[in-house]
């Protein structure tokens, strides 16, 4: 059984950087695509970014790119997320997710962490 266990929220001032690590615990070939999504208060869930762990590919959605960065450590089951120049409005709770292909449908995504609240204070 594959745990997505996420590190690294918390309070940060807007213009301000964070970095949040996801950790597939019990994963062996699969999820092989490890991806980050939001849920801020009153909204849908929203996808940010995604990564092969196999190649290192990434995804991104449009509005964060160029601020945000997905990266992954194959060896350690790992996928990180840094976030930079951060705006009030990316306060949210920020899931980490495993699929065996790249989407940015939620509902492609079989295994999800407990989440990891991120407030931007203006």
């Known amino acids: 059984q594959v745990q997505l266990i996420e590190s690294g929220g918390g309070l940060v001032q807007a213009g301000g950087s964070l970095r949040l690590s996801c950790t597939a615990l019990?994963?062996?070939?699969?999820?092989?695509?490890m991806g980050w999504f939001r849920q801020a208060p009153g909204k849908e869930r929203e996808f940010v970014a995604a990564i092969s762990l196999r190649s290192g590919a990434t995804e991104y959605a449009n509005s964060e790119m160029g601020r945000f960065a997905i990266t992954e450590d194959n060896s350690k089951n790992t996928a990180y997320l840094q976030m930079t120049r951060l705006k009030p409005e990316d306060t949210a709770v920020y899931y980490c997710?495993?699929?065996?292909?790249?989407?940015?449908?939620?509902?492609?995504?079989?295994?999800w962490g407990r989440g990891t609240q991120i407030t931007v204070s203006s």
């Open positions: 019990g994963r062996t070939l699969s999820p092989y695509i």
């Open positions: 997710a495993g699929a065996d292909i790249f989407s940015q449908l939620s509902t492609e995504y079989s295994y």
